[in-house]
């Protein structure tokens, strides 16, 4: 790819990535609830902060600008955040790609 096309790309998603100024609209979910509930293969939809996801609400009409699949904490093969928690789901970002 070329070089100059890669900066510009990686500058509008270092960009679209910052938090926006919008508001959330719907209510925060317990996570202790939330994962009694979870099980493998549940997809989960978002309300995303960042400025892509206003984008994303405003085109679409919808709450959920993002989702995450959910494939339980034995699919990662024992992998763990920083803080030491089991990494649970799979998600597509705009600067990092698709991740754990």
């Given at each position: 790819?070329?070089?100059?096309?890669?900066?510009?790309?990686?500058?509008?998603?270092?960009?679209?990535?910052?938090?926006?100024?919008?508001?959330g609209?719907a209510?925060?979910?317990?996570?202790?609830?939330?994962?009694?509930?979870l099980?493998?293969?549940?997809?989960?939809?978002?309300?995303?902060?960042?400025?892509?996801?206003?984008?994303?609400?405003?085109?679409?009409?919808?709450?959920?600008?993002?989702?995450?699949?959910?494939?339980?904490?034995?699919?990662?093969?024992?992998?763990?955040?920083?803080?030491?928690?089991?990494?649970?789901?799979?998600?597509?970002?705009?600067?990092?790609?698709?991740?754990?």
């Amino acid at each position: 790819m070329n070089p100059f096309r890669r900066s510009i790309g990686s500058l509008l998603a270092r960009y679209l990535s910052q938090p926006g100024r919008s508001g959330g609209a719907a209510m925060a979910t317990n996570p202790q609830a939330l994962a009694a509930c979870l099980q493998p293969c549940d997809v989960l939809l978002v309300e995303g902060t960042t400025r892509v996801s206003t984008a994303i609400k405003y085109l679409t009409q919808s709450t959920w600008s993002h989702a995450a699949l959910y494939v339980g904490a034995k699919a990662l093969h024992g992998q763990t955040d920083t803080a030491g928690e089991p990494l649970c789901f799979i998600e597509a970002d705009i600067v990092d790609g698709v991740r754990a």
